[in-house]
């Protein structure tokens, strides 16, 4: 995206989210699933480096940390709004000393201007792929920062084309009126970036894909 596309971007993000933040983590626990699937997947050992891209409210950011005591956290986010509510709960669960935020767009990720660090052994986007225009970028970027060993994790939204068709047309509506997108071809694009940084994927429908989750190591 460009500056300007970024900018614009942003406060598209900031209208969303400015008063949604605020019953965020209550009303998204029932219709995001597969975060906490993607979280026991991380398989951190030790004080891996763990970023997570389009952070949110810190949901993931606080369970990472509270699951995983020897990783080092960070989180970007382009919209303002969705920090200030990350930076309180973080604040609240005691964590601030152990993730680190920044304002930042997923399709023009430095993280060594965000952060001062070279790389990242983990990188997360949670629900975030579909609400991201070139979204196919953000999945690149999400690579470049990958160290050596790095796994990037992706969950977001499946076809739900196993699951009754009054449900699905409901959950449509309603996520289009939040600018959200499912993107059905990801594993294809994630295929092409494995295949292209000489890395493996691997990708699982869940919940009669409702959500799909891939991991590029
Ligand atoms: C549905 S929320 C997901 C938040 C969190 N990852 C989770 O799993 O709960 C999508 C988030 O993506 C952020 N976002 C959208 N486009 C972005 C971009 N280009 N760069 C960074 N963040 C972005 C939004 O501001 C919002 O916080």
Not at 41 to 51: E, F, Q, R, Y
Not at 116 to 129: K, T
Not at 177 to 200: E, I, N
């Amino acid at each position: 995206m460009t500056q300007l596309d970024s900018q614009t971007h942003g406060q598209l993000m900031d209208a969303v989210y400015c008063k949604q933040r605020h019953i965020y983590d209550l009303t998204r626990k029932y219709y995001l699933l597969g975060r906490d699937h993607l979280i026991e997947h991380l398989d951190i050992t030790d004080d891996a480096v763990v970023l997570e891209v389009a952070c949110g409210t810190g949901r993931n950011l606080i369970s990472i940390a509270q699951r995983y005591p020897q990783a080092r956290l960070y989180g970007i986010d382009i919209s303002s709004e969705m920090l200030v509510s990350a930076r309180s709960a973080i604040a609240k669960n005691g964590l601030s000393h152990r993730i680190q935020l920044a304002q930042g767009d997923a399709c023009n990720l430095s993280l060594k201007q965000l952060f001062d660090i070279s790389a990242a052994d983990r990188v997360v986007l949670s629900y975030s792929l579909s609400m991201i225009p070139d979204w196919e970028e953000a999945l690149r970027q999400a690579i470049k920062v990958l160290s050596r060993d790095g796994q990037l994790h992706v969950v977001d939204f499946g076809n739900q084309d196993k699951l009754p068709g009054i449900f699905r047309s409901i959950l449509h509506s309603w996520l289009a009126r939040f600018h959200v997108a499912p993107r059905l071809d990801l594993q294809q694009q994630m295929t092409g970036l494995a295949q292209k940084s000489d890395r493996q994927l691997s990708f699982q429908s869940l919940y009669r894909d409702y959500a799909r989750y891939g991991m590029i190591a």
